[in-house]
């Protein structure tokens, strides 16, 4: 099976880095509604998962020129991931309808080959059985499963709301391949107080991040990689862009 | 060919010495139908313990008798969702007060109507905690805009039946999971169906069914 596939739909999220402050209510909206246990201490890389991680970028220039972004960094569904070509076992693949890569937690065997080849970071490894303080149990998304210690997990672009999203277009005799904009957004997009986070399907015309992808200003994380990513990112600062990928000294940045 | 048919010349003693080898190869023999006995059906026997509901409904009596419909309890909600099983208080819209004489009913008024608890039903078809599974798209409209089940046949196709009494239930001892799930393979003979492939979203990737 090749890697890569052509989709009629491709779920895409756009995030407009000027509009994001940091605050990391994406990253809490995330864990929460993706059942990743509370970590102690979440600067312990042997403890934490993020499935959505918020990044600081700085131009590195001395006040007054200095100017900082923040980029919060989920799984980038790849149309040609890196990851579903290294798995031996299929536990990840890019084989439906929208193109959101799959993640089977039962079937992964955790040899992490996966998080190796991945350029963005956006997997991580059960290092240890997920603990939940008592009572926290009760704040489990029912629809999202959760995982042991020994398998590799990552952004599934809430796939879950996906599946709700088409079972209420079946309900009201709707077509659920052709969900309107906004019927299934992540939970990162809903909880951005800010509105940086667009969400839709980037090949319907009908939906906002379809035009937000046109943006001169818009790129995506390492594109040179040949990876095409389905998340893009949006910044007038040309630093910002410029650090979305590995430029040569002397070569001007894209847009 | 020709070795063989040479060597039939010698045959009494050759007959005689297979004899004896026989009785020592029986113990073998033996211990291989032992363990085909206790691995097909000891061990499956074993691994799963047998619990019957808390409650003795039967569906019979509910469909037949009191002429309820299928949807009456177990409904996809507007919104998508699978209503399930009825709350004791839906049942309760009817048994307020005792309706027969069955040792059933009074169970299930005395220790669940009355203190206004729920019933612990056991789901024969509770799959495990990473598959994803929806009704809205298994619905009988949706089938039947290519096909002509009734509501029992749909349904048939993937859970025990339980018109007259509730079968038994079966939980693995190890896992905690009930025997009478579909597997993965039962599933996918009908999603993996060419016809289907076609025509519908039934879909044979990962992410569809697994969350």
Redesign the interface.
Same mark, same amino acid.
């Given at each position: 099976m090749s890697a890569t596939q052509e989709f009629r739909i491709k779920w895409g999220m756009v995030i407009d880095l000027d509009k994001c402050t940091g605050c990391g209510s994406c990253m809490v909206a995330c864990q929460a509604e993706n059942n990743v246990a509370p970590a102690e201490d979440g600067l312990n890389r042997r403890r934490a998962l993020n499935w959505l991680l918020v990044y600081r970028l700085s131009n590195g220039k001395p006040f007054p020129d200095h100017d900082i972004a923040y980029l919060p960094r989920p799984c980038m569904q790849c149309g040609k991931p890196s990851c579903v070509s290294v798995c031996p076992v299929v536990a990840t693949t890019k084989d439906e309808e929208g193109g959101i890569v799959s993640q089977v937690t039962p079937r992964c065997i955790g040899c992490r080959y996966c998080m190796a080849s991945c350029p963005y970071h956006a997997r991580y490894f059960n290092w240890h059985d997920p603990v939940w303080p008592a009572g926290m149990e009760k704040t489990l998304t029912p629809d999202v499963s959760v995982r042991p210690r020994g398998v590799v997990e990552k952004c599934t672009f809430c796939h879950h709301r996906l599946m709700a999203a088409k079972d209420r277009a079946y309900a009201e005799g709707r077509d659920p391949e052709k969900l309107p904009d906004g019927a299934y957004v992540t939970s990162c997009t809903e909880a951005c107080p800010n509105g940086a986070i667009s969400f839709g399907d980037v090949n319907n015309p009908e939906h906002k991040v379809h035009e937000l992808i046109k943006s001169p200003y818009a790129f995506r994380l390492l594109e040179r990689l040949g990876t095409d990513p389905q998340v893009w990112y949006v910044s007038r600062r040309e630093w910002v862009r410029r650090l979305g990928d590995n430029y040569l000294n002397n070569e001007p940045t894209k847009g | 060919m020709e070795d063989r048919q040479e060597s039939t010349a010698p045959q009494k003693e050759v007959c005689s010495r297979f004899k004896c080898r026989l009785c020592g190869v029986a113990p073998f023999f033996v211990g291989i139908v032992v363990a085909l006995v206790f691995g097909w059906w000891l061990f499956p026997t074993l691994m799963f313990n047998s619990q019957e509901q808390p409650v003795q409904f039967t569906h019979d009596t509910h469909v037949n008798v009191a002429g309820l419909d299928c949807n009456y309890c177990h409904k996809?909600?507007?919104?998508?969702?699978f209503s399930a099983i009825p709350t004791t208080k839906e049942c309760a819209v009817c048994h307020q007060v005792l309706l027969g004489e069955s040792r059933a009913e009074r169970v299930f008024w005395d220790e669940y109507v009355r203190p206004g608890k729920e019933v612990a039903w056991l789901i024969y078809q509770k799959q495990?905690?990473?598959v /994803?599974f929806?009704h809205?798209?298994h619905?009988l409209?949706?089938c039947n805009n290519c096909h002509e089940f009734s509501k029992t046949e749909l349904c048939l196709f993937c859970h025990v039946n339980v018109k007259d009494k509730a079968p038994t239930y079966h939980e693995n001892r190890l896992s905690g999971y009930s025997k009478d799930t579909m597997k993965m393979w039962q599933c996918e003979r009908c999603h993996a169906n060419p016809n289907h492939l076609a025509g519908t &979203?039934a879909?044979n &990737?990962? /992410?569809?069914c697994?969350?």
């Amino acid at each position: 099976m090749s890697a890569t596939q052509e989709f009629r739909i491709k779920w895409g999220m756009v995030i407009d880095l000027d509009k994001c402050t940091g605050c990391g209510s994406c990253m809490v909206a995330c864990q929460a509604e993706n059942n990743v246990a509370p970590a102690e201490d979440g600067l312990n890389r042997r403890r934490a998962l993020n499935w959505l991680l918020v990044y600081r970028l700085s131009n590195g220039k001395p006040f007054p020129d200095h100017d900082i972004a923040y980029l919060p960094r989920p799984c980038m569904q790849c149309g040609k991931p890196s990851c579903v070509s290294v798995c031996p076992v299929v536990a990840t693949t890019k084989d439906e309808e929208g193109g959101i890569v799959s993640q089977v937690t039962p079937r992964c065997i955790g040899c992490r080959y996966c998080m190796a080849s991945c350029p963005y970071h956006a997997r991580y490894f059960n290092w240890h059985d997920p603990v939940w303080p008592a009572g926290m149990e009760k704040t489990l998304t029912p629809d999202v499963s959760v995982r042991p210690r020994g398998v590799v997990e990552k952004c599934t672009f809430c796939h879950h709301r996906l599946m709700a999203a088409k079972d209420r277009a079946y309900a009201e005799g709707r077509d659920p391949e052709k969900l309107p904009d906004g019927a299934y957004v992540t939970s990162c997009t809903e909880a951005c107080p800010n509105g940086a986070i667009s969400f839709g399907d980037v090949n319907n015309p009908e939906h906002k991040v379809h035009e937000l992808i046109k943006s001169p200003y818009a790129f995506r994380l390492l594109e040179r990689l040949g990876t095409d990513p389905q998340v893009w990112y949006v910044s007038r600062r040309e630093w910002v862009r410029r650090l979305g990928d590995n430029y040569l000294n002397n070569e001007p940045t894209k847009g | 060919m020709e070795d063989r048919q040479e060597s039939t010349a010698p045959q009494k003693e050759v007959c005689s010495r297979f004899k004896c080898r026989l009785c020592g190869v029986a113990p073998f023999f033996v211990g291989i139908v032992v363990a085909l006995v206790f691995g097909w059906w000891l061990f499956p026997t074993l691994m799963f313990n047998s619990q019957e509901q808390p409650v003795q409904f039967t569906h019979d009596t509910h469909v037949n008798v009191a002429g309820l419909d299928c949807n009456y309890c177990h409904k996809i909600r507007p919104d998508g969702t699978f209503s399930a099983i009825p709350t004791t208080k839906e049942c309760a819209v009817c048994h307020q007060v005792l309706l027969g004489e069955s040792r059933a009913e009074r169970v299930f008024w005395d220790e669940y109507v009355r203190p206004g608890k729920e019933v612990a039903w056991l789901i024969y078809q509770k799959q495990p905690d990473n598959v /994803f599974f929806s009704h809205a798209p298994h619905s009988l409209e949706n089938c039947n805009n290519c096909h002509e089940f009734s509501k029992t046949e749909l349904c048939l196709f993937c859970h025990v039946n339980v018109k007259d009494k509730a079968p038994t239930y079966h939980e693995n001892r190890l896992s905690g999971y009930s025997k009478d799930t579909m597997k993965m393979w039962q599933c996918e003979r009908c999603h993996a169906n060419p016809n289907h492939l076609a025509g519908t &979203a039934a879909n044979n &990737a990962c /992410f569809v069914c697994h969350k």
